[in-house]
């Protein structure tokens, strides 16, 4: 028999403050529309300041700039298909963003973006995508903040491209 492989999902979260209000997106999920961060899944070879800045821009249209990590979170979800379930472990920042790249599309499980307050956001906590949307925003509104560098990124391998001559910005001075 094979043993089963498991691996949490890591994922991140852009927390985005403009005057009181919060911008959050309302998405397609196997739940229905549901709200949440900008969030998304951590992809092959990113750091995790790169993918909550694309996370963010493909969610929004809006590019993100990082500015603190405010908490990493864990949760479990069982699946019926999965026996050990699933495991998420996501990293929220917050940060500002600049306004809507013109020409640029929502992803398509996006159906909008909304700027809400705490109040509203707690008022439809059911809707949340899980229960983390609200804990990561009522840490951030009780100041929790952790430098950037908290995470550490080791200098990932040069890619077979690069080891041919053609060099990419090194990522070692991004340390999330």
């Known amino acids: 028999m094979k043993p089963q492989t498991w691996a949490a999902h890591v994922t991140v979260a ?33 750091t995790l300041l790169e993918a909550v800045q694309r996370e963010t821009l493909e969610e929004t249209t809006q590019p993100f700039t990082p ?20 495991t998420y472990l996501r990293f929220a920042y917050c940060g500002t963003c600049d306004a809507p790249r013109a020409g640029s599309t929502l992803d398509a499980d996006i159906v909008r973006t909304l700027w809400l307050s705490a109040d509203e956001l707690r008022a439809c906590a059911p809707r949340h995508r899980t229960p983390l949307v609200m804990r990561c925003f009522d840490d951030y509104l009780a100041g929790q903040r952790f430098p950037l560098d908290l995470v550490h990124t080791h200098a990932l391998a040069p890619k077979a491209h690069e080891a041919h001559g053609k060099h990419s910005p090194s990522r070692t001075t991004d340390n999330s």
Request: charged residues 15%; glycine residues 12%.
């Open 67 to 86: 500015t603190a990590l405010v908490g990493v979170y864990m949760t479990h979800v069982d699946q019926p298909a999965q026996p050990a379930g699933i």
């Open 14 to 46: 852009a927390i985005i403050e403009h005057h009181g209000r919060f911008l959050v997106v309302e998405e397609h999920t196997a739940d229905g529309l549901r709200l949440n961060q900008p969030a998304g899944h951590l992809e092959p070879g990113e």
